[in-house]
């Protein structure tokens, strides 16, 4: 049976923050004022919310009396003259098409004190972080609103050992992933040296993620932004009608021996081909889609983030370039198809979608958000995986070193998992999954992962 834990046994979720006024940071120096048109993969529905991170960082006797919050909010007033779109705020057009007003109006930024230490959070914390709320600084509920109103709110919070933590929130239209740690390792390369320029010149040309002039066509069926099936004995998904406080959140661990069990569950042909993400999103699903105990007839999906800035199979985007480059791919099978079959059908299905993934589905999107009214992608019986893992969000470094952890702040909702770095117990080196399951299913899920991973000698945990 696979032992877990959900925090550290050091900290709680319930440590004191003590926060100033928030002010509003203006770009160092004038910018232009002018409207700037989002990319039709920026403003679908579904990126018109906030995405936290979090970063935390140890004391460095070599920084003393240098107050990491006064070193970031000035290299964050230097950085915004570069990227100063992100300064002004958002407007909606004709179409729901989203614009920015580069009006230099500021991001919001707050300082704050906490009684606590990171050694606290431990050496290697996982998702989701406890207390992040309290090391995050914005409105209580965003929702959906993301007109008129800052575009990034940080915190910068000092821990009473002297090391302090980075908490934001941005609003994910503006950029994806790899484009928050661009814009986050320009603010930490003015950290260290204020003097310097950041070493990768933002680019905006969001028009080179536009739907097609004339006609617009979707060559795709894009499952994606279309609800599946539901036959007439099927209530609700409980996914979604599960009370909060009966959800359970809990982080599990696939480090090298874990892979090489997985591996093992393969088709001798299919074991060299299949990459670490693909091979953990297809067991995780599998795993999942059953402890959901969903009737057998029913159609389960799995949709996971494809960066298109892979210049192999998408048009080429220009080095800087920070808006939204992605999208949402779809595989998809029935409960008992899952549950009946080995992991390799499953493993098979996120290939052969992962594999859809090109610039001709990129363009397709894009004309589908647009003659769709920029749709939300689904969420009804479908996980959805993003892989950060890579993104650099560790490598952040305001001149304190790199931090103890740098990611996702809080979990994303129930129906999604963010794949991140982590070490085990033991010092392996891995990919830690937090996961979001009612009760119950928690503890099916448990038995079904531990049963992939059953081979003499190994021992799969939870972290």
């Not at 006024?21 to 679908?44: G, H, M, R």
């Amino acid at each position: 049976m696979a032992s877990h834990k959900t925090y550290p046994s050091s900290v709680t979720s319930t440590f004191t923050v003590q926060r100033t006024n928030p002010v509003l940071i203006i770009p160092a120096k004038p910018t232009p004022y002018e409207f700037k048109p989002l990319s039709d993969i920026d403003d679908q529905d579904g990126l018109r919310f906030y995405t936290t991170g979090i970063h935390l960082y140890k004391y460095d006797p070599s920084k003393e009396g240098q107050d990491p919050a006064r070193v970031i909010r000035d290299a964050l007033a230097k950085a915004l003259v570069s990227y100063y779109p992100i300064a002004g705020r958002l407007r909606e057009e004709a179409g729901r098409k989203l614009v920015v007003e580069c009006n230099g109006q500021g991001v919001m930024f707050v300082e704050a004190e906490a009684d606590v230490r990171v050694e606290d959070f431990g050496e290697a914390p996982t998702l989701p972080i406890p207390g992040a709320q309290q090391l995050l600084y914005g409105p209580e509920n965003f929702g959906h609103e993301v007109t008129d109103q800052p575009l990034l709110y940080i915190q910068v919070t000092r821990f009473k050992c002297g090391g302090f933590a980075f908490g934001l929130q941005m609003c994910h239209v503006i950029a994806d992933a790899p484009g928050v740690v661009q814009f986050l390792t320009a603010i930490a390369e003015l950290a260290r040296d204020r003097t310097c320029t950041p070493s990768v010149i933002p680019v905006w040309d969001r028009h080179l993620l536009s739907a097609s002039s004339n006609p617009l066509k979707s060559q795709f069926s894009h499952l994606e932004y279309h609800e599946p099936d539901t036959p007439n004995h099927t209530t609700g998904d409980i996914m979604l009608t599960t009370p909060e406080d009966q959800m359970l959140n809990q982080s599990f661990f696939f480090g090298p021996k874990q892979m090489l069990a997985l591996r093992k569950r393969l088709p001798l042909h299919m074991r060299a081909k299949a990459t670490n993400f693909e091979l953990i999103t297809a067991a995780v699903w599998k795993c999942r889609a059953i402890a959901l105990d969903y009737n057998s007839d029913l159609e389960i999906r799995v949709l996971f983030v494809v960066n298109a800035r892979c210049k192999r199979r998408f048009r080429e985007l220009p080095t800087g370039f920070y808006g939204n480059a992605l999208v949402f791919p779809v595989a998809r099978a029935t409960t008992g198809k899952l549950r009946e079959s080995a992991l390799g059908y499953a493993l098979n299905l996120v290939k052969q979608a992962k594999e859809m993934a090109t610039d001709e589905f990129l363009q397709s999107v894009m004309d589908h958000l647009v003659t769709h009214d920029r749709p939300h992608f689904v969420d009804r019986r479908t996980y959805l995986v993003s892989d950060v893992t890579r993104a650099g969000f560790d490598a952040v470094d305001f001149g304190w070193g790199g931090g103890v952890y740098g990611g996702p702040a809080t979990a994303v909702p129930a129906s999604a998992s963010f794949f991140t770095k982590g070490r085990n117990e033991r010092g392996e080196d891995g990919v830690v999954v937090p996961l979001c399951l009612p009760n119950f299913a928690m503890e099916r899920f448990i038995v079904e992962i531990d049963g992939l991973m059953e081979d003499p000698g190994l021992d799969f945990y939870a972290c």
